[in-house]
DNA sequence: CTCCTTGCAAAGCCTTTGCACGCTG
DNA sequence: CAGCGTGCAAAGGCTTTGCAAGGAG
């Protein structure tokens, strides 16, 4: 689990600065297996210490993704999701109902792109989308 | 072409009124066969006629969502796009890079959604999601 | 000591809401 | 004429930007 080692000395090779808003954010990312939205990296931190600024989180965010270490994912309501790229690539399954988060694995990522383009030429990011919908629990007779 | 009338017909079938400005936007989403932001929609009409705001362009296509005749697709960079649903269900390809929109048919849509039925039980709402990537043409081996 | 990073505050973008006037039916 | 629909202005939620102070290397 130094996941964070990892992504820290990836920071340094490329000459950015290690902070400690920088650590915590990197350690926020790499302990959890959640996909985390900037708010809720702040609401993960600020408990503990108070010298994280919301602002610092998008900046270390966009850092992350320009390093290649961090992909981010468009949640259909305006708001963005940040995921490791430990994790290889996955769907985000979205349940419109009770929020939860579904990854669907590289199967089938694969078998999806694969038609994406064999039918359209199309070359999806498909680890940068999220699909809404109704999971398993929520789609209820009601 | 006359879809307008299927639209406005709709519309007061419901009980909701026929307004000018109601009869613009259904024309200007009838019309078009392409994907609207509630902007585009604005700037497709302001030029011929400005008694129309944006805020009722929100407010007719939510209208519009409800009754069932449009249907709201997430762009992945905070905006919504509209689509007639006259069109049949279909998924966006929005191009990262010339900003193109595909939209991938009946076919490819129920292919995927029976992947995602059968791995996750996840009831996709293909039709609102928009996949970026890069179209065929945008692929370049730079 | 240099200058990359941070925090604060304010702005930006798209969308939604409140309220009084106006027009549809 | 009743009440839905509109425009205007302002707020709202998330994210970005400007700028001076602060800390990393």
Chains 1, 2 share one sequence.
Do not use: W
Request: hydrophobic letters at 35%; one cysteine or more; aromatic letters at 6%.
């Amino acid at each position: 689990m130094n996941n964070n080692q990892t992504f820290l000395d990836k920071l340094r090779q490329r000459g950015y600065r290690i902070t400690p808003q920088r650590e915590m954010i990197v350690n926020a990312i790499a302990h959890s297996d959640r996909h985390m939205t900037a708010e809720g990296i702040f609401d993960a931190i600020h408990p503990r210490s108070k010298a994280l600024n919301l602002t610092t989180i998008y900046r270390t965010l966009d850092l992350l993704v320009d390093v290649g270490l961090v992909s981010r994912a468009d949640l259909g309501n305006g708001r963005t999701m940040y995921t490791s790229d430990q994790h290889g690539p996955h769907l985000h399954l979205v349940c419109r109902q009770c929020g939860c988060v579904t990854d669907a694995g590289p199967t089938l990522l694969a078998a999806i792109d694969d038609q994406l383009q064999a039918s359209f030429g199309f070359d999806a990011d498909l680890q940068h989308v999220c699909i809404s919908g109704l999971c398993k629990f929520c789609q209820t007779p009601s």
